[in-house]
């Protein structure tokens, strides 16, 4: 009997070490996704500017439709920082990618977004990462939002979705519900003309669905001089002369810090849904994005 119940404790304690180990490693992989993901290697011919386009998505826009808010528009924005694309109102994004991996620097800011922004006017975009995780060059595998000062401010939705419907004329202001029941429109001015929905949509209404950001940076109290204060950190077009991105602020779907080797994409995504008066609606603008440890500072 005592021999028994020695062999039951040694068959318990190996059951409770198993246990742990497995508990360990579930959590390492929730903190660090997949440490073994390939790193495409920086060499002597790398780009220190995003290299690819592979999606342009705009939210209508007063600039959409135009070669500021078009693919055209977007593909002036790779291996440079100086292109610019309008990507229209809220959920409007574009997603480039670079010709290696920008590998996380310990305590250190890894790569810059370049937009418009300039003093007291900012028109902040979510910033999204993710690594190649499957090896296939492309972007799809899993979207990390980075964290940025607004992320425990009220008014910061994530999952957030607003669907966009094709107007009753091309000239008249573009209808939006989102998916907490608001309705409201995008609207048009006299300074643009054209269309606002977009032209290479052929559907009478689309969803766009990412992270809302608080609207209470705007000041529209004197509607002749309308301001749009920027957010700490975190976000893009929200600095003069770009805004300078941690990897390792990026966080999971439910808001808890990743651990990633590095990133090959990025998406950038029109974070504030809010109509200026005169001045349109809120709109991220991007100008290109680089690698900072290749680019002289």
Not at 214 to 238: L, M
Request: hydrophobic fraction near 30%; glycine fraction near 10%.
């Amino acid at each position: 009997m005592r021999k028994t119940n020695s062999t039951r404790n040694r068959i318990l304690a190996v059951a409770t070490l198993l246990s742990f180990a497995l508990l360990t490693s579930c959590k390492k992989d929730h903190n660090n996704p997949d440490p073994t993901a390939p790193v495409r290697p920086t060499t002597s011919s790398s780009n220190a500017y995003v290299t690819t386009l592979f999606e342009y998505r705009s939210a209508p826009g007063q600039f959409i439709n135009t070669d500021l808010g078009n693919q055209k528009g977007a593909l002036t924005t790779l291996k440079n920082d100086q292109g610019l694309v309008s990507l229209g109102a809220w959920g409007g994004y574009i997603v480039v990618g670079f010709d290696h991996t920008v590998v996380d620097a310990a305590d250190k800011t890894d790569f810059i977004v370049y937009g418009n922004a300039f003093a007291n006017f900012s028109e902040p975009g979510v910033v999204w990462v993710m690594q190649d995780t499957n090896g296939n060059g492309k972007p799809d595998d899993t979207w990390y939002e980075i964290e940025g000062s607004a992320s425990h401010k009220d008014g910061y939705v994530r999952n957030y979705s607003v669907t966009y419907t094709r107007p009753a004329c091309d000239t008249c202001s573009v209808p939006w519900k989102d998916n907490k029941g608001k309705t409201g429109v995008v609207q048009t001015n006299m300074f643009h003309s054209q269309a606002y929905y977009p032209a290479d949509i052929t559907a009478n209404s689309y969803t766009l669905t990412g992270t809302l950001l608080p609207s209470t940076n705007i000041n529209d109290d004197d509607p002749s001089y309308i301001t749009s204060a920027s957010y700490d950190y975190g976000y893009s077009d929200n600095s003069l002369g770009g805004d300078k991105i941690d990897i390792a602020t990026a966080i999971d779907a439910s808001g808890k810090r990743v651990k990633l080797t590095g990133i090959d994409f990025i998406k950038i995504q029109t974070g504030i849904l809010y109509n200026m008066g005169w001045l349109g609606e809120q709109s991220t603008e991007f100008g290109g994005a680089a690698d900072l440890s290749l680019i002289k500072q």
